[in-house]
Nanobody
Framework: QVQLVESGGGSVQAGGSLRLSCAAS?????????MAWFRQAPGKEREGVAH????????LYADSVKGRFTVSRDSARNTMYLEMNSLKPEDTAMYYC??????????????????WGQGTQVTVSP
């Protein structure tokens, strides 16, 4: 069983920055997990934001965040990060960390992931 705990959310003005963290239990990172950040705004579907494989270095992003968000991981700390810059009001959402050890072709589909954190709120004011 994998436990994920997010932190780092908050309220910022447009143009500001935040860094989210996702700490995983046990040997999640050394076992080779597909990790992702999702977000969900009220009344909208959960949206894949970024993906990284814990044993690789290639990161994938949603078009809406490319060039502004950066996902990274520190395997020694069993932690994944999402650095968010140039934040916009439309980035306002609950952000979730997700993990799976087996993924299909669509990293940005929430149904691909078995393990989820409780979420951390990000609010961006105009």
């Amino acid at each position: 069983q994998v436990q994920l705990v997010e932190s780092g959310g908050g309220s910022v003005q447009a143009g500001g920055s935040l860094r989210l963290s996702c700490a995983a239990s046990g040997d999640t990172y050394s076992s080779g997990a597909h990790m992702a950040w999702f977000r969900q705004a009220p009344g909208k579907e959960r949206e894949g934001v970024a993906h990284i494989y814990t044993l690789g270095s290639v990161a994938l992003y949603a078009d809406s965040v490319k060039g502004r968000f950066t996902v990274s991981r520190d395997s020694a700390r069993n932690t994944m990060y999402l650095e968010m810059n140039s934040l916009k009001p439309e980035d306002t959402a609950m952000y979730y960390c997700a993990a799976t050890f087996r993924i299909g072709r669509v990293w940005y589909s929430a149904s691909e992931y078995e393990y989820w954190g409780q979420g951390t709120q990000v609010t961006v004011s105009p």
